[in-house]
């Protein structure tokens, strides 16, 4: 290879890093750059009124979830849902994992690199913490239903972007009231303030119940926002509040519950 070629394969290599690809997923490279057939002709604009791009996707997005009418069905209109540019860096849709019967719904943040490898949420370091926190409260994943506000990894696990919550968030709406549960548990910041819809931090919004009104459920869903399991290796300090929070969650199953009375 000559020294030019070198120079030019270390500044894609830099590149790769700063946004963020640290896997290699298959064995050979493509030839990304390759000119494409010119894309058919953009359709006539529709009259609809111009809006912030994430909001007219999220409106996109809303319109395919609401037409989902069962948990597979929104699995595959999220597989086909080419709005969010995450979906071309991930390896993989990361839906969901546990029960979908189960009365404990729990929502984290997006996907890391194991997670995005499996294809399943919650399967990396911070997911065996989670799973160790709910079997202190006798949970498993047979007994809780597991999904994130994103279902693709952003790439180099950057935090989500606002765009990118805002256009994801009619999915995870419509997968609670497909889902139903008894109680939904917001893991970390990102998912807390997301479902919440406000700006104030996790410190802030830990360890107190909602009452989260989610389209197409008949009463307002009781959910609790606790520290993400990620923050929680960081910070071994916080497992003290965390742990009350496990608690308050136990006791709250401990009520019967009615599973939502009206289907979404
Ligand atoms: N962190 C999350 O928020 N979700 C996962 O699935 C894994 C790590």
């Given at each position: 290879m000559s020294d030019p070629e070198l120079q030019q394969l270390a500044t894609l290599l830099r590149w790769y890093e700063e946004v963020g690809v640290d896997a290699s997923v298959v064995d050979e490279a493509g030839v990304w750059t390759r000119p494409k057939a010119a894309p058919p002709p953009a359709p006539a604009p529709a009259s609809r009124p111009a809006l912030p791009a994430a909001d007219a996707t999220a409106l996109d997005a809303a319109a395919l979830a609401s037409e989902a009418d069962t948990l597979e069905?929104?699995?595959?209109?999220?597989?086909?849902?080419?709005?969010?540019?995450?979906?071309?860096?991930?390896?993989?849709?990361?839906?969901?994992?546990?029960?979908?019967?189960?009365?404990?719904?729990?929502?984290?943040?997006?996907?890391?690199?194991?997670?995005?490898?499996?294809?399943?949420?919650?399967?990396?370091?911070?997911?065996?913490?989670?799973?160790?926190?709910?079997?202190?409260?006798?949970?498993?994943?047979?007994t809780v239903y597991i999904t994130n506000i994103l279902n693709w990894r952003p790439p180099g696990n950057r935090t989500p972007n606002p765009s990118e919550i805002t256009m994801c968030l009619p999915f995870v709406h419509r997968h609670i009231a497909l889902v139903r549960p008894d109680v939904l548990v917001l893991l970390g910041g990102t998912s807390a303030k997301a479902l919440l819809a406000t700006n104030d931090g996790i410190m802030k919004l830990r360890g107190r119940w909602y009452d989260l009104a989610v389209p197409g459920l008949a009463a307002p869903l009781p959910t609790i926002a606790t520290f993400h399991p990620a923050y929680l290796l960081r910070t071994p300090l916080a497992k003290r509040q965390s742990w009350k929070d496990l608690i308050a969650i136990a006791k709250r199953l401990e009520a019967p519950g009615d599973r939502r009375a009206t289907p979404a």
């Open positions: 069905a929104l699995r595959a209109v999220i597989d086909r849902f080419d709005g969010c540019a995450l979906k071309v860096t991930a390896t993989n849709l990361v839906f969901a994992d546990g029960n979908p019967q189960a009365r404990l719904m729990l929502v984290g943040e997006a996907p890391g690199a194991e997670e995005d490898r499996k294809g399943l949420p919650f399967v990396g370091r911070a997911g065996q913490l989670l799973d160790r926190m709910l079997a202190a409260i006798g949970l498993d994943r047979n």
